[in-house]
């Protein structure tokens, strides 16, 4: 799979992903990734129910929903709308309390469902996100050396090509001119 994965958790991470890795405007939602025996505990789903494409769209659960705060008193207009915090995964809750489910299974996904249950059971949350690997404008990566020019180039943090992790911290960096003329291509809508 080429996808950028991210914590559904985080307040801040749909903001981030969308202005620091994909370039394009701060709002637009991601899809979460799920496993399967546990969508129905998140999302208005069946037991077991089968969306291993993302082509349903789902409720979050009423119990994973959240009252607006006091933080988001003060917002007013279209910030009121997008910035509000909805559920407990805020990084993949549409402003109607929805979510384009993707379920995850052992079966068809094999190493994929193995990292988001060990996420699970490190966060007690079995949901993460799933967006494809690409900025705005871009087909999605095609080789080894595009994604790590992505990955380069962006703010991503960590690369896992098969069995290699390769974090940013460790590579050598990219000239400046490099990520400038390769980020000027992406100025958002």
Not at 24 to 36: G, H, I, Q, T, Y
Not at 133 to 160: K, W
Request: net charge neutral.
């Amino acid at each position: 799979n080429r996808s950028i994965l991210g914590d559904a958790r985080s307040e801040k991470m749909q903001s981030l992903l969308n202005r620091k890795i994909k370039f394009r405007e701060s709002f637009r939602p991601f899809a979460p990734s799920v496993l399967r025996e546990h969508v129905h505990e998140w999302f208005a789903m069946r037991p077991g129910e089968d969306s291993p494409y993302m082509l349903l769209v789902a409720g979050v659960q009423p119990d994973k929903r959240l009252e607006a705060d006091e933080r988001q008193g003060d917002l007013g207009g279209i910030d009121r709308l997008l910035k509000t915090v909805r559920s407990t995964i805020p990084a993949v809750t549409h402003v109607d309390y929805s979510a384009r489910v993707q379920t995850v299974d052992p079966r068809r996904h094999g190493r994929y469902y193995r990292l988001i249950k060990r996420f699970a059971e490190k966060t007690g949350c079995p949901v993460i996100i799933n967006t494809s690997f690409n900025v705005r404008g871009e087909p999605i990566v095609c080789s080894p050396e595009h994604a790590y020019q992505c990955f380069m180039a962006t703010n991503m943090d960590v690369l896992a090509l098969e069995d290699f992790v390769l974090f940013k911290v460790e590579q050598p960096r990219a000239e400046p001119h490099e990520v400038d003329d390769y980020l000027a291509r992406f100025n958002p809508d």
